[in-house]
């Protein structure tokens, strides 16, 4: 769950299963955070969409799990990219 430098060399490692991550700027703060059933995948689709984003930090679980992970974290540190009605 450490933070790892936003770049290409970093997403290879990352294994293709389901789960839950954030985008961090260099202050620390969550700059946006999703859920997918395919990390890697979908951190390639965002690599160069923020550019505010330094780090990234990734938490592997089930579909279920990262769910109401992704909305606690939301809730919580309100990222400035996250746009949700409740």
Do not use: C, Q
């Not at 299963?17 to 260099?26: K, T």
């Not at 505010?52 to 919580?76: G, L």
């Amino acid at each position: 769950m450490n933070k790892r430098s936003f770049n290409r060399k970093n997403i290879e490692d990352v294994p293709n299963i389901p789960g839950v991550y954030e985008f961090i700027d260099a202050d620390g703060d969550t700059v946006y955070a999703g859920k997918s059933n395919r990390l890697r995948d979908r951190l390639y689709d965002h690599l160069g969409e923020f550019r505010d984003a330094r780090f990234f930090r990734v938490r592997f679980m089930p579909p279920k799990a990262a769910e109401k992970v992704e909305d606690r974290i939301i809730r919580m540190k309100k990222p400035k990219h996250n746009i949700r009605k409740w």
